[in-house]
């Protein structure tokens, strides 16, 4: 029988009747999809082809016989956090009541293999809500009402500036937009090309395709630049007016996130953007991390994601934010698992906007589950079932087998 939720919680298993439930095991997958040709890309300005993608599938069983489900951060290094879960995480939690999320997991996670604590984060809160007849997002939803459809903006935009690569083009950037469009998205993020540091290219030789792009768009469809840190704050300064007048809805991570000036820098980006917003902190693993971004308001929204911070960590980062005025939206770069549990965690909070939906060639995004989780008109619909609402297909790890190494390879037409 499903159980009422105490009203105006202050935690989300505040009033939840822990289960006599214990850890039997902890077991890793990693899965991997060699892209084809055709569907490789162009990194950024890393000068980089993506030609594999990989999942990190972490599953916790227990004496009851429900088993959990999560996700990490493959850019934590899968080898890495395989090992960490076997050496470290496992002989912690076996014999554990998933029930002790907070204490077991919350706020754990880290770089390299202490990136598997993120998933295993989020396959607690998995079990939790499969023995308590719960969706996890009506466990999170602490005093809000939740919304289990979500607006999704497309994310992509990856191209190259290289006259001879094989890869998209900056007209590319048109075509994708109008695309998008087309297939029911109101949002569309990209990118600004591989080339700016080795090629020379000018925000002159870039700005056009922005008003190309609105042209073809209209105005009522929402436009995003993602920097990725990569531009200098000069540069910045010179496209925010652009950005201002063609109506952008966010800047997304305009130039570099660490150092003693970072802040102050961002500040000053912010001042030249009078209504276009300015987001970041999807690498960041907790409250504390993101803590003076927000106090002193050098975002407007925070884009942190359960695969980084696991789930606990991560609904208390969205909450910090709600109470600092600060919209959050998921960064959501990876593939279904991920995707499901910032669905979850969004759906729960009161700061909720647009949900990130990688549009790069991944079988990963829609292929894992038993009934397939996709984006219809762009929105997504989270399962009513109890936990993640989700069930991982047979056979995977022989359909995918894992390929190590690293997912990205130096291009080879760019200069040295």
């Known amino acids: 029988m499903t159980p009422d939720l105490p009203k105006n919680r202050a935690h989300p298993l505040e009033g939840i009747e822990r289960e006599d439930i214990q850890i039997t095991d902890i077991k890793v997958t990693l899965l991997s999809y060699r892209l084809k040709p055709e569907e490789q890309w162009a990194d950024g300005d890393e000068n980089v082809v993506i030609w594999k993608t990989t999942t990190v599938l972490i599953e916790i069983f227990t004496d009851v016989g429900i088993v959990g489900i999560g996700g990490s951060s493959r850019y934590k290094g899968p080898e890495k956090m395989k090992e960490y879960v076997e050496k470290v995480i496992k002989p912690i939690l076996i014999g554990k009541n998933p029930f002790d999320v907070e ?34 997002y009506k466990l999170l939803a602490t005093d809000v009402e939740p919304e289990t459809r979500l607006r999704v903006y497309a994310s992509g935009g990856e191209f190259s500036w290289r006259r001879d690569s094989p890869f998209d083009g900056p007209e590319s950037l048109i075509e994708k937009a109008v695309r998008h469009k087309e297939n029911g998205y109101t949002a569309f993020k990209f990118r600004m090309g591989g080339g700016f540091r080795k090629l020379g290219i000018q925000l002159g030789d870039y700005i056009p395709y922005l008003y190309k792009i609105r042209e073809a768009v209209g105005p009522d469809f929402d436009l995003i630049q993602e920097a990725n840190c990569r531009w ?8 925010c007016p652009v950005l201002e007048e063609l109506n952008f809805l966010w800047f ?165």
């Open 232 to 239: 200098s704050l000069e540069q910045c300064l010179e496209i």
């Open 103 to 136: 204490f077991l997991s919350g706020g754990l996670t880290g770089h390299g293999g202490r990136g598997a604590w993120a998933g295993v984060d989020i396959a607690l809160w998995d079990i939790i809500g499969k023995a308590k007849g719960l969706p996890v």
């Open 252 to 416: 997304e991570e305009p130039t570099n996130k660490r150092g003693d000036e970072a802040i102050d820098n961002y500040l000053k980006i912010k001042e030249a953007l009078p209504t276009v917003m300015i987001s970041g902190g999807e690498s960041r693993i907790n409250r504390y991390d993101l803590m003076e971004w927000v106090d002193r308001g050098a975002y407007d929204i925070v884009q942190h994601a359960c695969d980084d911070a696991g789930m606990t960590e991560a609904w208390y980062m969205a909450r910090m934010a709600h109470t600092r005025g600060k919209y959050f939206c998921a960064h959501n770069w990876q593939g279904g698992l991920v995707t499901i549990a910032n669905a979850h965690l969004m759906a729960a909070v009161p700061n909720r906007f647009l949900l990130e939906s990688n549009m790069t060639p991944n079988p990963f995004k829609e292929g894992l589950f038993k009934e397939r989780l996709a984006v219809e008109n762009g929105y997504l619909d989270i399962p009513d079932k109890p936990g993640l609402g989700v069930e991982m297909r047979e056979g995977l790890a022989e359909e995918y087998p894992y390929i190590p190494g690293p997912w990205n390879l130096p291009d080879p037409g760019m200069p040295k």
